[in-house]
């Protein structure tokens, strides 16, 4: 009798113990549905490409290795610094705000070589960036909306030698300035963009004092084709930091012609507030 009983309990403890042990059904759902499970290798390399440009990463292990590919900003490469290592995570924040997480396997047969971030759910899409550091989704969005809009600016053009560049409208939305900048070419030779920038500088240069520039870099174009096929126009916006026009002070922008030199300006005075149009 006492041997059954023995038993009985043995058994009861084992059967506590065993489900104690096993995860919540619930629970592991839940998890791989937030997470995406990545199988990485020692001898090749993960890449995942993400929407959008890359602007934090954080691994949970020194036992990974993690940096983005040359000269592009938004594909990341992945693989294990050292053999069968435990699990891990990678966090991964883009500059469209969202927060990616992925739990790192080690599996150097059949690890996986190529993924796309937008086919694993966002973990967070709460993400704040500090002050000055925008929201590259919005800005695109923004700057497509001013390139859609029928209102224009008028004055602010000039052309030469059958190319014309024009500023048609300037727009703002929370302190981002977009500026709808047309590009026509009357003539029958292809006009190839070498650079356009953006400067405040002095509206008088004085013999004696030098001549102060500075230049703007765009947060974002809505194409980068640098080529207006002859007899065509070409429309662009460009995304700015916020800023103001000081006095005796112009903004140029200043178009250059790849290995020629059919080279056109546009300047805009301190009045440019007053042709500033916000975007819903």
Request: proline content about 3%; aromatic content about 10%; some cysteine.
């Amino acid at each position: 009798m006492k041997r059954i009983n023995y038993l009985f309990l043995m058994s009861l403890l084992l059967v506590s113990v065993f489900g104690y042990s096993q995860p919540n059904s619930r629970e592991t759902a839940f998890y791989e549905d937030q997470y995406k499970n990545l199988q990485i290798g020692y001898s090749k390399t993960t890449s995942i490409v993400f929407p959008y440009p890359i602007k934090s990463i954080d691994k949970g292990s020194a036992d990974v290795l993690v940096q983005k590919a040359k000269g592009v900003e938004n594909i990341l490469l992945v693989k294990a610094a050292r053999q069968y290592f435990f699990q891990t995570n990678l966090t991964v924040v883009t500059s469209d705000a969202k927060l990616y997480v992925f739990v790192l396997n080690y599996d150097e047969d059949c690890p996986d070589l190529n993924i796309k971030a937008e086919n694993a759910a966002a973990a967070s899409k709460e993400v704040l960036f500090a002050s000055g550091n925008e929201n590259q989704k919005k800005i695109e969005q923004s700057s497509w909306l001013a390139l859609s809009k029928k209102i224009k600016t008028g004055g602010l053009k000039k052309s030469k030698f059958q190319i014309k560049l024009e500023v048609s409208g300037i727009f703002i939305h929370e302190d981002v300035l977009y500026l709808r900048v047309a590009f026509e070419n009357k003539s029958k030779i292809n006009y190839d963009i070498d650079q356009l920038h953006f400067f405040i500088r002095d509206q008088r240069k004085s013999k004696r004092t030098a001549s102060q520039e500075i230049e703007i870099q765009p947060l974002y174009c809505t194409s980068s084709s640098a080529v207006i096929p002859d007899k065509s126009e070409v429309v662009k916006v460009f995304a700015l930091e916020k800023f103001t026009i000081p006095e005796n002070k112009l903004l140029t922008l200043q178009l250059l012609e790849k290995s020629g030199g059919r080279h056109l300006e546009v300047s805009i005075k301190k009045n440019l507030a007053d042709k500033v149009i916000p975007l819903p």
